[in-house]
């Protein structure tokens, strides 16, 4: 059957599109294709497969999609992020009348599409289990070979970066105390106080694919360091003209900008100085290796005693947001991905206690509680955290 789609507007045409891409390939570049230029891809795509006339001819043209990219990418990443991002806008298309919703048979697992290229624009089951089987071996190597690390000399390296003189500096000390992402941190979140000194109110992370704040839930993180002082180098770093010019770019973008720069003090502040070790199978220290820091530490300050660490974990990394889905949700699975470390003290002895400074600072909200002047209080001690029995 025939059907001509609505056109949206393309900016640039797919061959511009597809020469960038083979150019940055050919090159080496580490960005192939901006999300931008990638969400443009997909609007050329969602033309063509408007003008497939039978299934045969959206297998063939999925099939030659992904061939194309799997000239740049992973078979990982393009199972886990791009062909998602397709798949939403097939479905939008379904929805808004831009293809045809097409009364197909349900599929060997049951599943129902509403059109050819749903269906056909996905790896087999096998190569997604495979890719699960990949991941998940290599997590468990990291996770049987824990690496040790110090609170205190860690969140030392966080402060000095925090008061740095350049705003990349201050970006990774920021990584390095809310556990946040980077994009996050320098344009796209949401960050207010709330009326815990150690805690701050926190909406659009980048992993749940919203595109308005606005539509984003609002969850709590908790802060290595007082959150007053947080929020001050947020708006310090948000002020400064070379992240400014950074505010309307897509997340791809301002990494693909800054990227350099932040491994940069990622691996002078923390991996040479020995601070953070190499994971196994890893070959640097990285921006996911600080959250996975962060995830120890603040386990350790603020998880009450009796509560699992996954469960407080999930919480706080926002991959299960808002009391309910908490109570009757399964743990998050990518919670797994944030147990690589160990805490150890002055004298090298395994540090395993949960909520140090709770009694002192009090625990944390469940609930989101905005405060309209930040608490003033004193900042832990920077040794307290691993000398408590030492």
């Given at each position: ?166 705003p990349y500096e201050w970006a990774v000390g920021l990584l390095a105390v809310t556990g946040r992402r980077f994009s996050e941190i320098v344009a796209k979140g949401e960050f207010k106080p709330t009326s815990h000194p150690y805690a701050i109110a926190f909406r659009g992370q980048l992993k749940k694919g919203i595109q308005d704040i606005e539509q984003a839930q609002t969850f709590l993180i908790a802060t290595l360091i007082d959150a007053d002082k947080v929020l ?159």
């Open positions: 059957m025939s059907f001509t789609p609505t056109a949206y507007t393309h900016d640039t045409t797919r061959e511009q599109l597809i020469a960038q891409f083979r150019d940055r390939i050919a090159t080496n570049d580490r960005t192939k294709l901006s999300k931008d230029e990638r969400a443009e891809l997909v609007l050329h795509f969602i033309d063509r497969l408007g003008n497939c006339e039978d299934e045969d001819a959206a297998k063939a043209l999925c099939a030659a999609e992904i061939a194309l990219l799997e000239e740049g990418y992973p078979v990982a990443s393009i199972a886990n992020q791009y062909l998602p991002d397709y798949r939403k806008a097939i479905a939008l298309a379904v929805e808004e009348g831009r293809l045809p919703r097409l009364e197909l048979p349900s599929s060997q697992y049951g599943k129902v599409y509403p059109h050819w290229g749903l269906y056909h624009l996905t790896y087999p089951n096998e190569v997604q289990q495979a890719i699960k089987q990949k991941t998940t071996i290599k997590n468990n190597l990291k996770q049987d070979d824990l690496q040790p690390i110090r609170a205190d000399r860690f969140l030392n390296k966080a402060k000095d970066l925090l008061a740095g003189e350049t001050k180098v947020i708006a310090r770093l948000r002020a400064h003209p070379r992240v400014q010019e950074l505010a309307e770019l897509s997340p791809d973008d301002i990494n693909s900008r800054l990227n350099t720069s932040v491994r940069h003090y990622i691996k002078s502040s923390f991996e040479d100085s020995e601070v953070l070790p190499v994971l196994t199978g890893e070959k640097a220290v990285t921006a996911h290796n600080l959250r996975g820091a962060y995830a120890e530490i603040a386990t350790h300050f603020f998880c009450p005693p009796n509560q699992g660490t996954h469960r407080f974990l999930q919480q706080h990394l926002g991959h299960v947001i808002g009391e309910s889905e908490l109570a009757k949700r399964k743990n998050a699975g990518a919670t797994e991905h944030y147990f690589h470390y160990f805490l150890i003290g002055a004298q090298q002895q395994p540090l395993g206690e949960k909520g140090i400074l709770l009694e002192r600072v009090g625990a944390l909200p469940t609930a989101v509680e905005f405060e309209l002047e930040p608490v003033e209080l004193e900042e832990p001690n920077r040794s307290y955290a691993v000398e408590k029995k030492g």
